[in-house]
């Protein structure tokens, strides 16, 4: 199962669809790109497993890159396309990148990087100069290399604490260019999609990201055709589903929160009925959220706990979850322990870290330290999260131990304060975050987007205040809430609490 195959036996099925601009590109078409700049990267020197980066938008350009490094045997590592010049050229020169594939809008972006000393070989899409990678690669032959081999990805995670890290990427078992991956097996005997090709699958997330990346890829070894959002638009999403009649999507809780605020009347306007699968993961997603999916859509929603290190997976169908509501699944990968701090296991119903027991370890990329931090002595290892079991061996998450709030030496999990506060017909978007304190250590503040930013002020405040205090302790209620117009998060999600967290420590420390 491989698109080179689907090249052969259905040449002119849509392996790719650009949801604004409609442009389409055939199995054929996809085939021959990927050959072509196959051969542009070993004129330039790169032999299996060595590493490129690439910075581009969601254009129909990038999975032609993807498939390309799929077949020489390269280490792809796809580029946040909302880092500054300094980020990008920290994840290229961590990586040990010998090359940098990206677009005519990052021009300034690479031209900062250069004038910062960065020296590396460059191809580059819509520059119409006599480098641009349309006149390179036009020269090069539509025919496969000679020496294929299956490639990997290099995928960096998102900073919300610190530095990106690279997560190193396992040799493939098989390196055969058409060998099988586990995630093709999921797909269709766990999730649902169809292998016969006829699958439609919506990826309205950037292509940089391990999900979309992910799941787009297998959508193509299947034979299948994704349909890409240049970028996510709720309503647009909607008229996507309806227009290409899509079987199958991906998502995060952020988009389903975007849709659910849209009017009544625009949400009944587009037929939906194509729509069979709606996977999401990212977040954990808020019970009154996920709810309200299901009571629109059905129960076609499949979640899955997992991370880019690939150590683990859990899921859980829309039936499942009714039952157990607010769980991120069972195992289907791995084994799950949840561990206390000492590292000690802990029995169904308590809160800990959650560790995956798995055949497959992961490093990261030049930190032996975060390694070893993220990994238990019995081998297991941690994505960071904090959550438990119950009885039935569904997880449940309660938050990331790095966003534990500590106030008057209370522990509180900002989590469960934003999932009440994005169920608030009045809020679009909320984090809450730890501000320090001087009596408490900490304070909780609520940074909110609220869905008409003229309602911001003491008035909503004291609306939110009120609305949350009947539902949770006194400690967890914030102590102040900022709004504003919008936050700092990535659009397949993530929030860079980061960002305001090191704003408001920036305040602490300003003389009184």
């Known amino acids: 199962m491989h698109p080179i195959q689907h090249a052969q036996t259905r040449p002119d099925h849509p392996a790719i669809i650009m949801a604004g601009s409609g442009e389409t590109v055939s199995y054929r078409q996809l085939d021959e790109a990927a050959n072509r700049i196959a051969h542009w990267l070993r004129a330039r020197g790169l032999q299996s497993g060595d590493a490129f980066g690439l910075l581009m938008e969601n254009c129909a350009r990038y999975h032609e890159i993807v498939w390309a490094s799929q077949r020489a045997g390269t280490v792809l590592v796809p580029i946040s396309t909302h880092l500054t010049a300094a980020e990008v050229t920290y994840i290229l020169q961590d990586s040990d990148a010998k090359l940098l594939v990206t677009t005519q809008k990052f021009t300034a972006l690479v031209e900062r990087m250069r004038a910062d000393g960065l020296e590396m070989p460059l191809l580059a899409y819509g520059t119409g100069d006599d480098h641009a990678a349309e006149r390179q690669l036009a020269a090069q032959p539509a025919t496969p290399i000679a020496d294929q081999s299956a490639g990997r990805n290099m995928l960096y995670s998102s900073g919300t604490t610190g530095r990106p890290k690279g997560i190193v990427p396992a040799p493939p078992a098989d390196p055969s260019v058409e060998a099988i991956p586990p995630l093709v097996m999921l797909a ?233 506060l994005v169920a608030h017909d009045k809020v679009m978007d909320a984090a809450v975050i730890g501000a320090p304190d001087p009596d408490m250590g900490e304070c909780v503040v609520a940074v909110v987007q609220p869905v008409d930013m003229a309602e911001a002020g003491e008035i909503l405040a004291a609306e939110l205040t009120e609305y949350l205090s009947s539902q949770l302790a006194r400690l967890k209620v914030p102590r102040l809430f900022d709004f504003r117009a919008e936050l700092p998060r990535e659009d397949n999600g993530k929030l860079y609490k980061r960002k305001l967290k090191d704003e408001y420590r920036a305040r602490a420390d300003e003389p009184a």
């Open 188 to 420: 269709t005997h766990g999730f649902g999609i169809a292998g016969d090709g006829s699958s439609v699958y919506l990826s309205p997330a950037p292509l940089y990201h391990a999900a979309p990346l992910g799941w787009s890829s297998t959508i193509h070894r299947l034979g299948g055709t994704v349909v890409v959002m240049e970028k996510f638009d709720p309503e647009a999403a909607l008229a996507a589903i309806e227009r290409f009649r899509i079987t199958d999507s991906q998502w995060v809780p952020t988009h389903f929160v975007r849709m659910l605020k849209l009017s009544d009347e625009v949400r009944r306007r587009h037929d939906l009925s194509s729509h069979k699968c709606a996977i999401h993961a990212a977040a954990p997603c808020p019970v009154e959220i996920k709810r309200a999916m299901m009571d629109w859509w059905g129960p076609i929603l499949v979640e899955y706990y997992a991370g880019s290190e690939g150590n683990g997976m859990t899921m859980v169908k829309g039936p499942d979850w009714l039952s157990h509501q607010g769980t991120v699944g069972r195992a289907i990968l791995g084994i799950v322990h949840i561990c206390n701090e000492a590292g000690d296991e802990l029995p169904a119903g308590q809160e800990g870290v959650v560790f995956f027991e798995s055949p497959h370890p992961f490093a990261y990329h030049k930190d032996d330290a975060k390694t070893a931090e993220a990994t238990h002595p019995k081998g297991w290892t941690t994505l960071g999260d904090i959550g438990k079991l119950d009885e039935d061996g569904f997880l449940y998450l309660t938050d990331r131990r790095s966003n534990m709030i500590i106030s008057g030496g209370v522990n509180i999990y900002p989590q469960e304060v934003e999932n009440l």
